[in-house]
């Protein structure tokens, strides 16, 4: 599971909210180098965690916008919105469309692709087996299907074709799993999938739970999340001013590819190029002394030209 901050033990913010680490921050402020005076566009504010210590630099709170899907998280950031930042309740795309309509630009923008720490540790969001709940799984619960709309409706093919796909599964357990879940439906709480899972395939070797790709997949599929990066990344040199720097921080190879794909088309596209792409290689988030539990996570960013 993807996840892109983390509160440390028993601090709270003056919200009542956990405080957060943010991922890979020193070298996101690093690479993407903001400075006073500069616009500044998180796509995924998420807590907050990474566009305050970008305003801190910037100090420019009336020509930045936070974008956000959770509304959870857009309560959060009501003290950098009375300081003049825009928030914005929508996916990034939808987000990115709006402001590029308007003729928005500017001059950092990130996109932290994980999930919350916050939203994996309240049970009733569905997104993690540690707890007991609704099989949800919805970023926005302004969305209409659910993660129990897929399990007790799709077919075992689609099911399986659905966990190889974003669970990179091995085809034959998940095939396993899918006519397993038909078999056992209905399904509604977390728990009882998780187990359903462990009962079928059993733990093996395997160093994470034997759920683990499954409920990735189910994630993907309810939020749209790959489709979203695809439509995004041609969005963003529109959203940049000249000379302007956008990073994507990803968690798992699904989204890292797309990103790498898009880059490398940048890179080798001359004169058509409308990004630059200072390094080929992502930063690993192994880098990240400061927070362990982000080494699954990687750093990409480019230049508009």
């Known amino acids: 599971m993807s996840i892109k901050e983390h509160p440390p033990q028993s601090e709270e913010s003056q919200t009542g909210e956990p405080m957060h680490v943010p991922v890979l921050l020193e070298i996101t402020l690093s690479?993407?180098?903001?400075?006073?005076?500069?616009?500044?566009?998180?796509?995924?504010?998420?807590?907050g965690g990474h566009a305050?210590?970008?305003?801190?630099?910037?100090?420019?709170?009336?020509?930045?916008?936070?974008?956000?899907?959770?509304?959870?998280?857009?309560?959060?950031?009501?003290?950098?919105?009375?300081?003049?930042?825009?928030?914005i309740h929508k996916d990034f795309v939808s987000a990115a469309q709006d402001l590029v309509k308007q003729g928005r630009k500017f001059d950092v923008i990130l996109a932290d692709l994980g999930v919350s720490s916050p939203q994996l540790d309240r049970a009733e969001r569905g997104f993690s087996f540690r707890f007991d709940g609704p099989l949800d799984?919805?970023?926005?619960?302004?969305t209409e299907i659910t993660a129990a709309d897929i399990v007790n409706s799709y077919s075992v093919d689609d099911l399986t074709q659905l966990i190889i796909r974003y669970g990179e599964e091995n085809p034959g357990r998940a095939r396993r799993i899918a006519q397993a879940i038909v078999k056992a439906r209905p399904i509604q709480g977390t728990t009882?999938?998780?187990?359903l899972i462990k009962q079928t395939v059993g733990r093996g070797s395997m160093k994470h739970h034997p759920a683990t790709r499954t409920f990735q997949a189910l994630r993907i599929e309810v939020n749209r999340e790959l489709k979203l990066i695809e439509e995004l990344l041609p969005l963003l040199p529109r959203l940049l001013n000249k000379g302007g720097r956008v990073g994507i921080i990803s968690f798992h190879s699904l989204e890292d590819r797309l990103i790498k794909r898009y880059f490398s088309e940048q890179a080798t596209a001359g004169y058509e190029a409308e990004l630059i792409v200072p390094e080929k290689?992502?930063?690993?988030?192994?880098?990240?002394?400061?927070?362990?539990?982000?080494?699954?996570?990687k750093f990409r960013y480019a230049v508009k030209k």
Do not use: C, W
């Open 31 to 47: 690479k993407l180098q903001p400075v006073e005076g500069e616009s500044y566009l998180d796509l995924t504010a998420g807590y």
């Open 52 to 87: 305050r210590a970008f305003l801190n630099r910037t100090d420019n709170y009336l020509d930045s916008v936070l974008v956000d899907r959770d509304e959870n998280a857009i309560k959060t950031l009501g003290d950098l919105a009375e300081k003049g930042v825009t928030l």
């Open 137 to 142: 799984m919805r970023m926005d619960n302004r």
């Open 192 to 195: 009882e999938l998780a187990d």
């Open 281 to 297: 290689k992502p930063v690993s988030g192994t880098e990240d002394v400061h927070n362990p539990r982000s080494r699954s996570a």
